[in-house]
C-alpha cells in the first residue's frame, strides 16, 4: 500500500503542479511550503515510511530479528516519514529571491540523504539474502536487478547530467527501489506456510 499510495500523490501532485512540468519539480518539491496542495505530498511521504517501518519489522519476523536488510527497511521508512514533516522551502531548488536555507530544510535534506541509502542498500542485502534460502530465492534476482537499476538512476539524477530531465530520472529511481519492496512483501505474503504450520493444519 505504501508505494502504491506515494506513487499515487507525486502523479497527483506533479499534475496540480500548474505552470511547471514534472521534469524540473523534484518529489521534494512536491510538500513544499509554496507548493499547490503540499498536503497531499506529505501525506505520501507519511504513509510510505509508516507503511516500510511495518514491512520492515514484519520482514524481521519472516527472516531473523539481526537482518541488516530488513533494518534498513525500517530506517528507510522513519527517513521517510521525516522528510514528509521536515518540509523544503521551495517548490523548485533556485529562484528569485531565494536566500538561506530553513532549519526543517536542512533536516530535510538530512533524512533523504538517509532515505536514498536505505532504500538502496536494503534490497542489495535482502536479494544477496534470498538467494541461499529456498523459500525466497525466486525474488532474489529481480529484486538485484531493480535495486541496481534504482543506484544507477540516483547516480545520473546526482550528477545532473540530464537536466532538465532530472525530476523524471528521480521518479524512475525511486520507483524502482518501491518496486523492490513491492516484490518482497507480495513474495512475503505468497510464500509456503512453514512445516510445522501446515501440519498444525492438518489437525
Do not use: K
Amino acid at each position: 500500500m505504501g508505494p502504491v499510495l506515494f506513487t499515487a500523490a507525486w502523479v497527483v501532485s506533479s499534475l496540480r503542479q500548474t505552470g511547471h512540468s514534472a521534469t524540473e519539480v523534484q518529489l521534494s518539491g512536491l510538500a513544499a511550503d509554496d507548493a499547490r496542495d503540499p498536503q497531499i505530498m506529505v501525506a505520501g511521504f507519511v504513509v510510505l515510511g509508516v507503511c516500510s517501518i511495518a514491512f520492515g519489522i514484519a520482514l524481521r519476523r519472516a527472516l531473523a530479528p539481526r537482518a541488516a536488510g530488513a533494518w534498513l527497511v525500517i530506517a528507510a521508512g522513519a527517513a521517510a516519514v521525516g522528510a514528509g514533516l521536515f518540509r523544503r522551502d521551495h517548490l523548485l531548488l533556485a529562484g528569485p529571491g531565494f536566500t538561506g536555507e530553513s532549519w526543517h530544510n536542512q533536516v530535510h535534506d538530512v533524512v533523504s540523504g538517509v532515505a536514498y541509502g536505505a532504500m538502496l542498500a536494503a534490497p542489495l542485502l535482502l536479494a544477496r539474502r534470498f538467494r541461499d534460502h529456498p523459500d525466497w530465492a525466486v525474488v532474489s534476482r529481480p529484486v538485484l536487478v531493480l535495486a541496481l537499476g534504482s543506484a544507477v538512476a540516483l547516480v545520473v539524477f546526482a550528477s545532473r547530467v540530464v537536466e532538465p530531465w532530472n525530476g523524471v530520472v528521480q521518479r524512475v529511481a525511486v520507483t524502482l527501489a518501491l518496486g523492490t519492496e513491492v516484490l518482497t512483501a507480495a513474495r512475503m505474503l505468497t510464500r509456503p506456510a512453514p512445516l510445522d504450520a501446515r501440519q498444525a493444519g492438518c489437525f
